[in-house]
């Protein structure tokens, strides 16, 4: 089951979460959730339409997004796939 609808774009002024890592490493090879680590998702709103970014070492071209998060003054540049879709019940 995804979170997103596949047909829904990412759009101008839609309200985005930061999609959070599975696992994420603490120690030399302890592994821990981010629940365990009292890590929270960003929440944010586009800002800007998508754009291509310069090539990476692989030669393609990332889509990303201009992020407005909530409590920063700045708008950040971010993957495509680092953001996902705000559902009904957490707007």
Do not use: H
């Amino acid at each position: 089951m995804t979170t997103n609808d596949p047909d829904r774009e990412l759009k101008l002024g839609d309200i985005v979460y930061e999609r959070t890592r599975k696992d994420i490493k603490v120690g030399r090879y302890k592994y821990k959730t981010a629940k365990e680590l009292n890590i929270k998702q960003k929440r944010g709103v586009i800002v800007s339409e998508r754009y291509l970014a310069k090539p990476n070492k692989a030669g393609k071209e990332p889509p990303m997004f201009k992020v407005q998060w909530d409590g920063r003054s700045v708008p950040d540049p971010v993957l495509q796939g680092r953001i996902r879709l705000a559902l009904e019940g957490e707007e």
